[in-house]
């Protein structure tokens, strides 16, 4: 089940009080929710230079690339490159594309988010660099890690999911506690869900890289997630 929307998360980052919007994301609040103005909680996150608070917001699956709701379609790298102070606006800028952003994509006006920075400054270099690295992964082919995968399936993002594994999004990428997003979906006893990523060729049996070394087997068997366990590549 996909979470709700609630624009009174848009709200709450927008005041900066992270500790409501965290009660609202573990309340299922939708993490791409957006306010009558077309913004979401990240684009707010970004205008105001809040990277704790988008963190926390990617932690739960929000999408790095959602455009606004206008005829700008202004994405949540471009906010960040416009950022007033430089250290949180890198922060910001880093984040995003970690969580695979892409640096290429333009605005409503064509410009992307390195021609939106202060030009000569390291935020600038840095997006310009991420252009570069972007266009020759794309041209290769290569498929990019991403725990943003992971903490998609974490939230039960189904769509999120696939629109990171159309965007080349390695289907194996580990979160910072080195699990796969299969484990995730089996954790979740999320049948369609892990279907999804064993389709798109996430390995059946690895192992988490923690103490226990849970197979995602491991992690159907435990929540009782008879549809996982008898997923034919498992």
Do not use: M, Y
């Not at 929307?5 to 939708?30: P, T, Y």
């Not at 289907?171 to 990523?197: F, I, K, M, N, R």
Request: aromatic share 2%.
């Amino acid at each position: 089940v996909e979470a709700a929307d609630c624009a009174s998360l848009v709200e709450a980052v927008w005041v900066g009080e992270r500790r409501r919007g965290a009660l609202l994301l573990s309340g299922r609040a939708n993490p791409d929710s957006f306010d009558a103005h077309g913004r979401a909680p990240l684009h707010v996150a970004c205008i105001r230079a809040h990277a704790e608070t988008l963190r926390l917001l990617l932690r739960a699956g929000a999408d790095a690339d959602l455009p606004t709701r206008d005829r700008w379609c202004v994405r949540p790298l471009h906010l960040a490159a416009r950022a007033g102070a430089a250290s949180a606006a890198r922060e910001c800028a880093r984040a995003l594309l970690a969580a695979g952003a892409d640096p290429t994509a333009a605005r409503g006006d064509g410009q992307s988010a390195a021609q939106l920075a202060a030009p000569g400054g390291r935020l600038s270099k840095e997006l310009h660099a991420a252009e570069q690295a972007w266009r020759a992964d794309a041209a290769s082919g290569a498929a990019v890690a991403r725990p943003a995968l992971v903490h998609a399936a974490q939230a039960g993002r189904a769509r999120r999911v696939a629109a990171l594994l159309r965007n080349r999004t390695a289907p194996d990428s580990t979160d910072e506690h080195g699990a796969t997003a299969l484990h995730a979906a089996c954790a979740l006893g999320d049948a369609a869900l892990a279907a999804l990523l064993l389709k798109a060729g996430a390995a059946p049996n690895r192992a988490a890289r923690s103490k226990a070394a849970p197979r995602p087997l491991h992690c159907a068997a435990q929540v009782g997630a008879a549809r996982c366990v008898q997923a034919r590549a498992l």
